[in-house]
């Protein structure tokens, strides 16, 4: 049995977590196992993942679970390998993914309002969750598998303080199933944010990346002492977006100082342990003064590079765990990189000349969105013809 009590109980024994983020969605399926084995290799006894709802039913009732969505595949490696799992269901997860793992056909309700009490949205995720969570529930450790911890949606705070939404969320997974521990995850250093997102019966977690000494402070001066302190996010880099002029890196000797603070008092989760790639059209985008959309590479600056290679922070990292936990041997096999070298552009044409060979035309007295002509991800060229004013 997995409990929450003062700390984390595994089996009535005390247990830290040491988990790092390994995205199966942004992984291809013949490395999960390869960084996987490097996850553990570093020390880390769990892995985290989200589970992003527009990756599995990119259209209403189309659901998809093979190949690189085998999200139980996924699950069963890292069980054959040894670690514990939190899992990060959706139904929004942020990631710096597309419309945060939010399909886009819920926008087809012109009237759609998302992540509160609107019940054409609550029946919607009612019915992906119906789908999804009798896959995960074989999974939980009291059930003979390798999940510990499931987080119910993401970061709410900064978004709304709808308490019956998140309800609804916390009782519909246990209603399907779900036994182990909840957690809920926001930045303590604003109080009113942090407690907008918390919920009864999950365990409140922080996300920061710096002043790890102060955050888990002020963490348990809202949670209480008689709670386990962790970060569910502990930002060891960052994402670039496109224009940016540079690749966003982490300060490393000050993440080893909050690493091995943070470890002593409590339990982590590192985001990213390895980013990976955007694939297709899924990179995500900011908006706060101008628009920032992310760049295909998720490397994050994480331990483990995109490829897999081990960096001098994965190392670092493996150090001061070592101090917690007991190292298994390092594992790194080779890498091989290949240079493909140049693609010489031989050909051109004109866009308006193949139009009727690459897609067909939709006829409307109105313009549609995206999302109204089944179309989630890439362009519309939306044309129409004025008629030339005359007068009687």
């Given at each position: 049995?997995?409990?929450?009590?003062?700390?984390?109980?595994?089996?009535?024994?005390?247990?830290?977590?040491?988990?790092?983020a390994?995205?199966?969605?942004?992984?291809?399926?013949?490395?999960?196992?390869?960084r996987?084995?490097?996850?553990?290799?570093?020390?880390?006894?769990?892995?985290?993942?989200?589970i992003?709802?527009?990756?599995?039913?990119?259209?209403k009732?189309?659901?998809?679970?093979?190949?690189?969505r085998?999200?139980?595949?996924?699950?069963?490696?890292?069980?054959?390998?040894?670690?514990?799992?939190?899992?990060?269901?959706?139904?929004?997860?942020?990631?710096?993914w597309e419309?945060?793992?939010?399909?886009?056909?819920?926008l087809?309700?012109?009237?759609?309002?998302?992540?509160?009490?609107?019940?054409?949205?609550?029946?919607?995720?009612?019915?992906?969750?119906?789908?999804?969570?009798?896959?995960?529930?074989p999974?939980?450790?009291?059930?003979?598998?390798?999940?510990i911890?499931?987080?119910?949606?993401?970061?709410?705070?900064?978004?709304?303080?709808?308490?019956?939404?998140?309800?609804?969320?916390?009782?519909?997974?246990?209603?399907?199933?779900?036994?182990?521990?909840?957690?809920?995850?926001?930045?303590?250093?604003?109080?009113?944010?942090?407690?907008?997102?918390?919920?009864?019966?999950?365990?409140?977690?922080?996300?920061?990346?710096?002043?790890?000494?102060?955050q888990?402070?002020?963490?348990?001066?809202?949670?209480?002492?008689?709670?386990?302190?962790?970060?569910?996010?502990?930002?060891?880099?960052?994402?670039?977006?496109?224009?940016?002029?540079?690749?966003k890196?982490?300060d490393?000797?000050?993440?080893?100082?909050?690493?091995?603070?943070?470890?002593?008092?409590?339990?982590?989760?590192?985001?990213?342990?390895?980013?990976?790639?955007?694939?297709?059209?899924?990179?995500?985008?900011?908006?706060?003064e101008?628009?920032?959309?992310d760049?295909?590479?998720?490397?994050?600056?994480?331990?483990?590079?995109?490829?897999?290679?081990?960096?001098?922070?994965?190392?670092?990292?493996?150090?001061?765990?070592?101090?917690?936990?007991?190292?298994?041997?390092?594992?790194?096999?080779?890498?091989?990189?290949?240079?493909?070298?140049?693609?010489?552009?031989?050909?051109?044409?004109?866009l308006f000349?193949?139009?009727?060979?690459?897609?067909?035309?939709?006829?409307?007295?109105?313009?549609?969105?995206?999302?109204?002509?089944?179309?989630?991800?890439?362009?519309?060229?939306y044309?129409?013809?004025?008629?030339?004013?005359?007068?009687?």
């Amino acid at each position: 049995m997995f409990e929450v009590k003062d700390s984390f109980y595994l089996n009535n024994k005390p247990f830290k977590v040491i988990s790092g983020a390994l995205h199966y969605f942004r992984t291809l399926p013949e490395y999960w196992e390869d960084r996987l084995k490097k996850l553990k290799a570093m020390g880390c006894n769990t892995v985290e993942t989200y589970i992003p709802w527009n990756f599995h039913e990119p259209k209403k009732g189309e659901f998809h679970w093979d190949g690189m969505r085998d999200i139980c595949r996924f699950i069963e490696i890292a069980e054959e390998i040894g670690l514990y799992m939190i899992i990060r269901p959706s139904p929004y997860i942020c990631s710096e993914w597309e419309f945060g793992g939010l399909p886009a056909w819920l926008l087809k309700d012109r009237n759609m309002r998302l992540r509160c009490c609107y019940k054409p949205y609550l029946d919607h995720v009612s019915d992906y969750y119906e789908v999804l969570i009798p896959k995960l529930v074989p999974y939980q450790f009291d059930k003979g598998g390798n999940i510990i911890l499931v987080q119910i949606e993401n970061e709410y705070g900064y978004y709304g303080d709808d308490t019956a939404y998140l309800e609804f969320l916390r009782d519909k997974m246990r209603s399907l199933g779900i036994t182990v521990p909840f957690i809920t995850s926001d930045g303590p250093w604003n109080k009113s944010v942090f407690k907008a997102g918390c919920v009864e019966g999950a365990l409140p977690t922080g996300n920061f990346g710096s002043s790890c000494e102060w955050q888990f402070g002020e963490l348990k001066k809202l949670i209480g002492d008689n709670k386990p302190l962790m970060c569910a996010e502990f930002w060891v880099g960052w994402f670039d977006f496109w224009g940016s002029g540079e690749h966003k890196t982490s300060d490393l000797e000050k993440n080893k100082v909050d690493l091995d603070y943070m470890l002593s008092k409590g339990n982590v989760n590192f985001y990213m342990f390895l980013g990976g790639t955007d694939f297709g059209f899924m990179n995500g985008s900011n908006y706060d003064e101008k628009l920032t959309p992310d760049v295909t590479s998720y490397d994050y600056d994480a331990p483990l590079t995109e490829d897999g290679r081990l960096t001098e922070k994965y190392l670092a990292f493996r150090g001061i765990i070592g101090k917690y936990n007991t190292l298994p041997p390092i594992y790194n096999p080779e890498i091989k990189r290949a240079d493909f070298g140049q693609v010489k552009v031989t050909e051109k044409t004109d866009l308006f000349s193949v139009l009727d060979s690459i897609a067909d035309p939709i006829i409307t007295p109105y313009p549609l969105s995206m999302e109204e002509t089944d179309q989630n991800t890439g362009y519309i060229l939306y044309r129409t013809k004025i008629k030339p004013y005359e007068t009687v």
